[in-house]
Every structure is written in C-alpha cells, then in structure tokens.
C-alpha cells in the first residue's frame, strides 16, 4: 500500500465522538503534507537525511562553534555534513545547560554579530525576553549575557542548519580521519555500523580536538585543568529564612569528615550561601576531571552525580532545607577545558589583554579572563581594561603542519589563561562562522584553506553579517610576512 503523504487522522472523530472544532482541526490537517509543517518547510530531506559519499565541508561538533560553521559553510554554497555525537544540537548550551551565551557586546557596542548573534537574537525574541541593556555595561559581565530558552533555542537551532540546506546526523562520531589525496576520509561510527565519507575540508568543533587528534596531530594539554560543573536548578526551600552561620559550620563538618567534598560549593567564601543563592545553577565544582576521551568523560559524569547526590543528602539534613529538591539538571557535566591545538599562531595572555589585531583577525572574542581554580575552590577573574577588543587570528584555528583542517571553539590555540576568556560561547560562534566560511571558499576553489584570500573571507563574513576586525591599520609587509610564514609551515 502505498502511504499518503498526507496526515491520517481519518477515523479518529468517531472513535473519539468530538464535534465541530475536531472536524475544523481535521480539515486544516489533512491539508498539510506529511514532513510539511505550517511553517511551510519540508523536513523530509532533513529528517529522512540520507548520507552521502562526500561533501565540500565535514563539521564534527555541534555545539556553538558547530552549529554557526556548518550554518555558514552552507549558506556559502557548500554541500555541509554536521556530526554531533548526541541527540541535540548546542553543545554545551543545551547538554550541559549553560544557557547563557555571552559576550556579544563590549564597552557598549556590538562585537559578535552573524549567524550565533541570528540564532540567540532569535531565540529571545520568540520566547519574549528582553535582550540585556547592552549600551550599559558597567564591568559586570554576566549581566551582559542573553539567557536563552533550552527548548526554543535547540529548535530554532535546527531550523537554522535545516534552512542552510547542511545536513545534521545525530549519534555518530569520527573513528578514523584519512588523508585522500587534496581532502579527506572519514570514518564514522553509526549505531549501524562504521560509514565513510569524503570531504574537502574538516572542521573540528568537538571542542576537545578529536578530528585533529584522530588526524595525527599533536595536541597541548595542560598538566592541570580547569574543574567541570554540573549546572542544576534546586528549590524547596525559603532563602531569606536559612541560617547561614549554622550552614556554612554544617558544612565545614562535612567536609572534615569526608561527607562532602570542599569543591562540591565552589565559592572562596560562604559556600552553602553561594550555592543556594544561585538555585543550584553553575555553583559546584567537579575536579580532577577531563573530557577529551570517553574514558574520561565518563569519570567525569559519574563524578558530577556522585556530587549532586551528596549535595541533596547534605542539605536535606540541614535545618530550613528539609523539602531541598533537585528540580532538573543537565545531561552532561559541563567541560572547560581539554585540549587544544598546536597552531600557526598562539593567542598568549597578553595579546588577549591588550587587544592585539593580528593582519589575519577574523573575529573579536570578549571575555575577563576567567580561570576556575584547579582545587576546585574560587575562580580567578580578570576584567579587561576599558576600550580592549581581544581579536583570534585565523592562525590560532589553523593545526600546523595540517592540510584543509580547522578547528573552531575553545580548542582553537591559545595559552591557557587567554583561553579561559575565548573559550565562552559568542567567541566560539564567532570562530566558527569564520571556520565554515574559510571551509566554503576552500572547498568551492578546490585549494587549501591557507591559499584563501584573507579578502575574499573578510568580505564573505561580512556578507554573512559577521563582524571582522578593522586591520586596514597594520601594513601590507606585516601582512604579507604573515602570509608567507604560513604557506612556509604548510609546504615543511
Ligand atoms: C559550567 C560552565 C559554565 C560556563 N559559563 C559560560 C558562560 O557564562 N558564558 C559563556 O558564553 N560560556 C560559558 N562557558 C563556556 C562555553 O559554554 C564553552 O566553552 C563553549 O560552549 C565551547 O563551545 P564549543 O562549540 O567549542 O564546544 P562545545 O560547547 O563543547 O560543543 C562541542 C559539541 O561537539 C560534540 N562532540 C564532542 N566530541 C565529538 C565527537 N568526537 N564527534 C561528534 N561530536 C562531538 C559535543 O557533544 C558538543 O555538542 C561555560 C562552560 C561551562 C562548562
């Protein structure tokens, strides 16, 4: 029998008995195609997505960086494949629940614009929410970030990559990444088995660096890193009416005698106030954690929901906090920090503080340095001096020694304080709207991603609605030793 491709209901309003509303539902139903939905789009190719053998441009990672580089590459004209590992797109926006993407604005004017700018404005405005006053920033920098709505902002997210006409394949991972001939091979691990694909170009927004691990490539990894948190939403109880002194001594109890762990509240002073001040949201610390393998990962997790465990029987203990609940938490342990790239140009602390613009800049990033401690316990936090614009460098994404492969997101290269700023989620969209485009232009002139014209990408991103930064300043010699230096590495 052949289905039609229209919506069956018919039958349903005798065996449900509803009158004339159900028969006027019924009708605009059966008027709608099957993957048609009202908002006029045919998810069919999208849903029903059939792997293809190749593609100008493969993205792995569907987080911030992810998404807007395959949006990008895409809109750009290239035939783009996305792989993310989960079931949603966003990263750790969405798995990991910080919904809270920043910065996009800085002294009082727009730095990030583009494709992610598109999709958190979105997101907003759908669910109603005023954007922050960003004209007044008084140094504050979380009162500058966009709060976005999980559920809208994963499903607008799919709407955007299905309108850019990228293909999305959930569940599936890189195995194995080949070089063949000017691209690449990939293989990738699907709950049907092992697949491979062909692609001009790779972008590696897994945020850990997989792709160029897989490739062969060194990557640099700190000897510590910074602590993992699990974000959760607490309620059941009055804050106004906890008392703090005999809390914080309960818990100073509990750590010594090993219930607690001191990280499982990471603020310096005043903990079990700063954890139930904050609802439970981005107030613990998970340490000694990684998230560059599954192995580690997988500690990771486990270690995130031991802690919450503990949290809950601790202050259920505790006067005033009888009813404590977990309301929801998210899917994953959130990840700061795993490993990055050995690139053509390294973002050192200074040039992020002082706002160095490299000749190959190709976004802003704005952030304090931002690192949480190691032991778990505080954060050291650096507000930049009024007036500095941090930039990235298209060098800092590109591995060296590597051949039409970027990275985009916070794995791109950068010694580790400079990272701990760029690594947040506006300056990671910006990355990767500058990766896909780069990608497409690679891809659509059949050569490497170095032998881009700095110009053709500059005036694409900003066709694209990004922001790039003013370099017109630094001199053609400055450019053109750039240049050469980095075909020099290429041809080692
Ligand atoms: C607790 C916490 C608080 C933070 N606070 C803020 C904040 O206030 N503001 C802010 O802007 N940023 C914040 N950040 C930082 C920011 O969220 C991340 O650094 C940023 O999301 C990194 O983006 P990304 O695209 O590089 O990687 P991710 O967001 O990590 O996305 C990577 C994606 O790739 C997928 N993936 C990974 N490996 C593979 C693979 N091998 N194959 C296929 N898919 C893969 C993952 O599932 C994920 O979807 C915070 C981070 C954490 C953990």
């Not at 569940?171 to 691209?183: N, S, T």
């Not at 505080?378 to 800092?396: C, H, K, S, W, Y």
Request: glycine share 10%; with cysteine; aromatic share 6%.
């Amino acid at each position: 029998m052949v289905r039609s491709p229209y919506v069956e209901v018919a039958g349903r309003e005798g065996v449900l008995g509803i009158g004339k509303k159900y028969k006027e539902l019924y009708i605009l139903y059966r008027c709608i195609p099957l993957n048609e939905t009202r908002d006029g789009r045919d998810w069919s190719l999208f849903t029903r997505m059939k792997l293809e053998p190749d593609y100008d441009v493969v993205v792995c990672g569907a987080g911030p960086a992810g998404i807007v580089a395959a949006v990008q590459a895409a809109r750009a004209g290239a035939r783009t494949l996305l792989v993310e590992k989960s079931g949603i797109l966003g990263g750790t926006t969405t798995l990991a629940g910080v919904n809270f993407p920043g910065l996009f604005h800085a002294w009082g004017r727009q730095i990030i614009a583009g494709i992610g700018w598109e999709l958190v404005e979105r997101t907003a405005h759908e669910e109603g929410r005023p954007l922050p006053d960003f004209a007044n920033y008084n140094g504050f920098h979380s009162r500058m970030q966009v709060l976005v709505n999980k559920a809208i902002y994963a499903g607008l997210a799919d709407e955007m990559v299905h309108d850019s006409g990228a293909s999305v394949l959930f569940h599936a991972m890189p195995a194995k990444v080949e070089r063949d001939g000017e691209g690449w091979s990939l293989t990738l691990c699907l709950k049907e088995g092992l697949r491979e694909v062909s692609a001009h170009v790779l972008i590696d927004a897994t945020g850990d660096a997989n792709l160029v691990h897989l490739a062969g490539l060194p990557l640099s990894r700190g000897e510590s890193k910074q602590p993992g948190t699990l974000i959760m939403h607490a309620a059941g109880y009055v804050f106004e009416d906890l008392d703090f002194a005999v809390l914080e001594q309960a818990f100073v109890a509990a750590v010594e005698n090993g219930e607690m762990l001191r990280s499982d509240f990471y603020a310096k002073t005043n903990p079990v106030r700063g954890f139930l001040r904050a609802k439970g949201n981005n107030a613990m610390h998970v340490i000694g954690v990684d998230g560059e393998t599954s192995q580690s990962r997988t500690d990771a997790e486990l270690q995130a929901r031991r802690a919450m465990l503990r949290i809950i029987r601790f202050l259920r203990k505790q006067p005033g906090l009888e009813k404590f609940h977990i309301e929801s938490f998210a899917t994953e342990c959130g990840i700061r920090e795993t490993a990055g790239i050995y690139g053509e140009t390294c973002i050192t602390l200074e040039d992020y503080v002082t706002g160095r613009v490299w000749p190959d800049s190709v976004c802003h990033s704005f952030y304090p340095i931002d690192l949480h401690s190691c032991d778990g316990i505080g954060i050291d936090i650096r507000p930049l001096e009024e007036g500095v614009f941090p930039t990235i460098p298209l060098g800092a994404l590109l591995p060296r020694d590597s051949r039409n492969l970027i990275v985009a997101g916070r794995s791109a290269c950068g010694e580790r304080m400079a990272q701990s700023a760029y690594r947040v989620q506006a300056s990671c969209m910006a990355m990767g709207q500058a990766a896909g485009a780069v990608a497409a232009l690679a891809a659509g002139q059949g050569c490497e991603l170095r032998e881009v014209s700095l110009s053709d990408l500059r005036e694409l991103l900003s066709r694209h609605g990004a922001i790039v930064p003013e370099t017109s300043h630094l001199t053609d010699e400055i450019s053109a030793e750039v240049e050469t230096s980095i075909l020099r590495t290429v041809e080692v």
